[in-house]
């Protein structure tokens, strides 16, 4: 099945970034109305949606593997291969358990960088405890043999326990001299019917004894390397690489510039593009471009402050903001180099091609807008870009590809 989707100029207008909302600050005190337009940037590519596979049940990682197969995460705790264009029925076996409820269970997977030779994959999820309803993100590794996993081994376990539902985060990362990063959610800490709470300051995610709503580092074994920020520091965890965040639902190195970066998903309005510096204070919730779900009341103490990253780019309204990949391949030139992102809410679905220059946000091109509720975005070593399709029913879905075409 071919569905054609052609498009060579954006259709709709994506919302600010940090430069234009700093000298239009009134602009964005209107949370729920798109506050600036943003331009789509340098020029694009024309492309087609081809379904790649279907048949999914809430995927939300996609791996390749050197002999062409992809892995797929299946929230509800399946790890599935798609083999020559085809779902294998049985999903593999070794997997371990998962706390699958609201946005936890089963969720990222990933290669060692060494994998041919050691044939090492990780998977993230949400654990569940001696009490089923505590739960929190945690990491194991295995070997992938004969399509089945081997040796599993959990190797890290959030200090992040509690019984809410959601903000696992659970994407991980590897750089090029096998650390490895994975994000932790903030495990909806502070979250009441009233709103925030109040207590900005005492947030776990402003707490470095805790891993909620952190981004750690690791060794391949899940050992803590050296060189983190906060080895050393009492009262501090030290895994822990970034602090302040929310719930970071992307994370990618640049290809080019080996920066890391992340998507963050805000609470209603705020969605974050941040570049994920050594030691760095993102700021949840203290400041934030966010409001209260509902009322659209303001909690952060305000937009910055010193000692705070600002995000490279933010959304507001949130758009649902999810994985993240940077284009690289041969199937569309114009995108070399280019951020992809995933956007799941309602009127705001769309796959948005970010323009960059250095770490400056200079273009912002909304894709399929509406079309689809994109959980997450990679790009395949076929130059492809792969889209895991999620369906908020738990309904079968498909992984997309997007593929060049010539027509104008
Ligand atoms: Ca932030």
């Keep these: 099945m071919k569905m054609i989707s052609k498009r060579t100029i954006a259709t709709a207008l994506d919302s600010s970034v940090r430069p234009v909302a700093a000298l239009c600050a009134a602009a964005i005190l209107s949370i729920g109305t798109v506050a600036e337009a943003q331009p789509p940037g340098p020029p694009g590519e024309t492309f087609e949606v081809v379904t790649f596979v279907e048949g999914l049940r809430n995927p939300w990682?996609?791996?390749?593997?050197?002999?062409?197969?992809?892995?797929?995460?299946?929230?509800?705790?399946?790890?599935?291969?798609?083999?020559?264009?085809?779902?294998?029925?049985?999903?593999?076996?070794?997997?371990?358990?998962?706390?699958?409820?609201?946005?936890?269970?089963?969720?990222?997977?990933?290669?060692?960088?060494?994998?041919?030779?050691?044939?090492?994959?990780?998977?993230?999820?949400?654990?569940?405890?001696?009490?089923?309803?505590?739960?929190?993100?945690?990491?194991?590794?295995?070997?992938?043999?004969?399509?089945?996993?081997?040796?599993?081994?959990?190797?890290?376990?959030?200090?992040?326990w509690n019984d809410r539902p959601g903000h696992f985060g659970a994407r991980i990362a590897f750089d090029d001299e096998g650390h490895l990063f994975m994000s932790v959610g903030d495990r909806m800490a502070g979250l009441t019917q009233q709103g925030?709470?109040?207590?900005?300051?005492?947030?776990?995610?402003?707490?470095?004894?805790?891993?909620?709503?952190?981004?750690?580092?690791?060794?391949?074994?899940?050992?803590?390397?050296?060189?983190?920020?906060?080895?050393?520091?009492?009262?501090?965890?030290?895994?822990?690489?970034?602090?302040?965040?929310?719930?970071?639902?992307?994370?990618?190195?640049?290809?080019?510039?080996?920066?890391?970066?992340?998507?963050?998903?805000?609470?209603?309005?705020?969605?974050?593009?941040?570049?994920?510096?050594?030691?760095?204070?993102?700021?949840?919730p203290v400041i934030g471009y966010g409001a209260n779900y509902g009322s659209g009341t303001n909690f952060h103490r305000g937009r910055e402050m010193q000692g705070m990253e600002q995000p490279a780019a933010f959304w507001v309204p949130s758009i649902g903001i999810s994985g993240l990949a940077f284009y690289q391949g041969d199937q569309f030139p114009n995108w070399r180099g280019n951020a992809f992102l995933g956007g799941m809410s309602g009127n705001y679905q769309r796959l948005v091609r970010v323009s960059l220059n250095g770490e400056t946000v200079i273009g912002r091109e909304p894709l399929l807008v509406g079309e689809y509720r994109i959980r997450d975005v990679r790009v395949g070593p076929d130059g492809y870009v792969y889209l895991a399709i999620d369906n908020i029913f738990g309904q079968p879905s498909p992984i997309l590809r997007l593929e060049p075409t010539d027509e104008e």
């Design 61 to 160: 990682s996609m791996a390749f593997l050197p002999n062409g197969d992809m892995l797929v995460t299946e929230r509800g705790g399946q790890l599935r291969i798609v083999r020559d264009g085809k779902l294998l029925p049985d999903p593999v076996p070794g997997v371990p358990p998962v706390r699958a409820l609201g946005q936890g269970g089963l969720q990222d997977v990933v290669l060692h960088p060494d994998f041919e030779s050691n044939r090492l994959i990780y998977l993230s999820y949400a654990k569940p405890g001696e009490d089923p309803m505590q739960g929190t993100t945690a990491l194991s590794r295995a070997r992938f043999e004969n399509d089945r996993l081997v040796d599993v081994e959990e190797i890290f376990e959030a200090e992040a």
């Design 196 to 284: 925030m709470d109040p207590d900005l300051e005492g947030h776990p995610s402003q707490d470095l004894s805790s891993h909620q709503g952190s981004i750690v580092r690791l060794n391949d074994d899940g050992s803590v390397p050296e060189d983190n920020p906060f080895v050393g520091r009492e009262g501090a965890l030290p895994e822990i690489w970034s602090y302040g965040h929310r719930n970071p639902q992307g994370l990618a190195f640049h290809p080019e510039t080996g920066v890391l970066w992340s998507t963050e998903h805000g609470p209603q309005g705020g969605d974050e593009l941040n570049v994920i510096r050594k030691g760095a204070n993102y700021g949840w």
